[in-house]
């Protein structure tokens, strides 16, 4: 076979390893996760291995601990030996991933690992791209050169940050994309890279467009986390003040465990024809909420009622009872572009995937809330 060049054809796509036909391979549930270390990692971990997966994930060398959400599984290991395994790898380290793609032939890949912080995207925008961005690149090119194309169904990571300056409201899988961060930019690309693999290699490969989660896992630098683990603390009397950054953001904040589910039931084919290409989908609870709700009801679980004055950068909260000042602005966190609000339509998951959140607005609060409660009160320094 020569080409007019006098090159010899290439195939489709480049398949070195003696795989059994798609039917026979998709006999196996073996999940490969990067970010397994993250908040939504933990979570689909415990999903995957409960429906009788083999789990494997991607972990960073670090020089601290990264592994603690991990913790309880690893103590169940004796339950179900050789279902759950870590790999050091990196969505920055190309020959890793083809690596470990290639000696685990998984059925289902979840792209859940970037550098995730919006905030710290600003500064460190050129590692944002290469991981978030060029990573998400590596991962499906991984699949594409084990000739897995055909045998390994692509979850990506997508985000409501895509939506960024409002377009439209509630956002959903027809809104334009505006991003506002380094991160959101990066994310685009994400985006558009894994349609692009769809249609150009009919890889069976989606974007679930998430809208923030959140859980008592979520990492102490996000708002919520870093808001409930305060109140607790101040409850408890070891700390006097929360410093906090822009008030009015508005977040369509659902719980971690129940988008789990919805990333899963995406890469089932759950209400797709069977000549239909598979699509992306919107997480989204259809609420929206201001920060500044967020903290109101945090103090109120621990039933501190909070009076507000002052405005701008003088806005501050006092508790009622004792009038100290609990809630105050530090500029440092505010953000170069702001997402103003995010408001989010999940109607086509809910139709096509069955996919509903099951936890409110007040049950997270009060759940994340209660969890840094026990945590302080323990002496808990978790790693999130
Ligand atoms: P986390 O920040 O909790 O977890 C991020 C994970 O990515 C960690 O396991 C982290 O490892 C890993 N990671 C970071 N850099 C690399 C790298 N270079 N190579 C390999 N792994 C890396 O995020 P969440 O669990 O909250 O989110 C999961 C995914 O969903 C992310 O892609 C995020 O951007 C996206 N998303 C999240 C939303 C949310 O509200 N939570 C909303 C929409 C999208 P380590 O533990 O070592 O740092
Ligand atoms: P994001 O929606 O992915 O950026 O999630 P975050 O939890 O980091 O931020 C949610 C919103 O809270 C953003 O609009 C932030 O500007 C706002 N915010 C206000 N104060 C803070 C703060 O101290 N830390 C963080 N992370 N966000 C804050």
């Given at each position: ?6 090159l010899?054809?290439?195939p ?5 390893l003696?795989?059994?036909p798609p ?5 196996r549930?073996?999940?490969l996760?990067s970010g397994i270390?993250?908040q939504?990692?933990s979570y689909?971990t415990?999903?995957l291995?409960?429906?009788g997966?083999t789990?494997?994930?991607?972990i960073?060398r ?13 103590e ?7 279902k759950?395994h870590?790999h050091y790898?990196d ?5 890793a ?7 685990i032939?998984?059925?289902e890949?979840?792209n ?6 919006v ?5 460190l ?10 990573g ?14 055909k045998h390994?169904?692509?979850?990506q990571?997508?985000?409501s ?7 439209e ?5 027809t809104?334009?994309?505006y991003?506002r961060?380094?991160?959101g ?6 985006y ?5 693999y769809r ?7 989606v974007n679930?467009i998430l809208?923030?989660?959140e859980?008592?896992?979520?990492g102490?630098t996000f708002?919520?986390r870093?808001?409930?683990r305060?109140?607790?603390e101040i409850?408890?009397?070891?700390q ?5 950054g822009?008030?009015?953001a508005q977040r369509d904040w659902g ?6 589910e919805?990333?899963w ?12 290409p598979?699509?992306d989908?919107?997480?989204a609870?259809g609420?929206?909420h201001p920060?500044r709700?967020f903290?109101e009801k945090?103090?109120g679980?621990?039933g ?13 909260a ?7 000042v609990?809630v105050?602005?530090?500029p440092?966190y505010f953000?170069?572009?702001?997402v103003e ?10 139709r096509m995937?069955?996919w ?14 209660e ?8 002496f808990v320094e978790?790693?999130n």
């Amino acid at each position: 076979q020569r080409n007019k060049e006098g090159l010899g054809e290439l195939p489709a796509a480049f398949a070195p390893l003696n795989l059994p036909p798609p039917e026979e391979y998709f006999q196996r549930k073996v999940a490969l996760i990067s970010g397994i270390t993250g908040q939504d990692g933990s979570y689909l971990t415990e999903f995957l291995l409960e429906k009788g997966y083999t789990v494997h994930g991607i972990i960073r060398r670090s020089s601290s601990f990264n592994t603690g959400r991990l913790h309880h599984l690893y103590e169940d290991q004796h339950e179900r030996p050789n279902k759950f395994h870590l790999h050091y790898g990196d969505l920055t380290d190309s020959t890793a991933l083809v690596f470990l793609m290639a000696r685990i032939l998984p059925t289902e890949v979840y792209n859940l690992g970037a550098q995730s912080h919006v905030k710290v995207s600003f500064s460190l925008a050129e590692y944002t791209a290469d991981v978030d961005a060029i990573g998400t690149l590596r991962l499906l090119d991984a699949i594409r050169t084990c000739g897995l194309t055909k045998h390994c169904r692509f979850y990506q990571a997508s985000t409501s940050e895509l939506y960024g300056l409002v377009q439209e409201v509630p956002q959903s899988e027809t809104t334009p994309f505006y991003p506002r961060s380094p991160y959101g930019v990066a994310k685009l690309y994400a985006y558009w890279i894994t349609v692009n693999y769809r249609e150009a290699y009919g890889m069976y490969a989606v974007n679930g467009i998430l809208f923030n989660h959140e859980s008592p896992r979520r990492g102490r630098t996000f708002v919520t986390r870093k808001i409930t683990r305060a109140v607790a603390e101040i409850y408890e009397k070891k700390q006097a003040c929360l410093w906090l950054g822009n008030l009015d953001a508005q977040r369509d904040w659902g719980h971690a465990n129940d988008y789990i589910e919805g990333m899963w039931l995406m890469l089932q084919g759950q209400g797709l024809k069977p000549e239909e290409p598979p699509t992306d989908f919107v997480l989204a609870t259809g609420e929206t909420h201001p920060v500044r709700e967020f903290v109101e009801k945090a103090f109120g679980v621990v039933g501190i009622k909070l009076a507000w004055s002052g405005s701008g950068l003088d806005e501050e909260a006092r508790d009622v009872n004792t009038g100290k000042v609990v809630v105050k602005i530090d500029p440092q966190y505010f953000r170069p572009a702001e997402v103003e609000l995010l408001l989010g339509n999940p109607a086509k998951a809910e139709r096509m995937l069955g996919w509903k959140r099951k936890v409110n607005f007040e049950d997270l609060v009060k759940e994340m809330v209660e969890a840094d409660l026990t945590a302080v009160r323990n002496f808990v320094e978790d790693q999130n």
